[in-house]
């Protein structure tokens, strides 16, 4: 029986496998949590990423973003940041313009922590993100949207990694 079991899992398995098509990544989320930075202090964060672009961006073939974020804490609930990312845009060797890198669009953005997380409540620690996208970036050159975008960020709960590995995060962008 439990050979019979064995061999049905691995037929079904590598079934699977032969019928499987190709399938895109999504682009990671871009995650926080609800604490805000300590009064008079600075906080400062750099992440990279590089991306294979999908054919629909040719001549584009890859991308870098080397990104620096700095905050500073107001007071014991309210931070201002910003955020100022560098790219790297590699083209294909026929395309006309070349490789091209540039400091993109710029975000400035504050975070207040409306409520704490604490031991005998059900609820979760809470924040409330803006971000203002200054069109610093150079589209021609395919570096920044260039265009002002606000972005309203909920941030919370602090736990929810453990549901769905990865800290819960609503935004709704306006484009102007």
Known sequence: MTRYLLRWTIGVLF???LLSSSAYPQIPFYTDDAD?????KFHLEFFNEHDWLQRSSLPSKRQNISNFSLSYGLTDRIELGVSVPFINVFNT?????GNQEGIGDIQFGAKARLLDEREDSR????SLVFY???????A?????LRARRLLVVWRGPEDAD???DGKSQWRNSIRR
């Not at 805000?36 to 008079?40: D, E, I, R, V």
């Not at 060797?93 to 313009?97: C, K, N, P």
């Not at 203002?132 to 150079?138: H, K, L, V």
């Not at 021609?140 to 920044?144: A, E, L, N, T």
């Open 15 to 17: 079934s699977i496998l």
């Open 36 to 40: 805000t930075t300590s009064k008079g």
């Open 93 to 97: 060797r026929l395309s006309r313009i």
């Open 123 to 126: 609820l979760p620690a809470l």
């Open 132 to 138: 203002f996208e200054a069109p610093t970036g150079n």
């Open 140 to 144: 021609r050159k395919q570096i920044g």
């Open 162 to 164: 453990e549901a769905n």
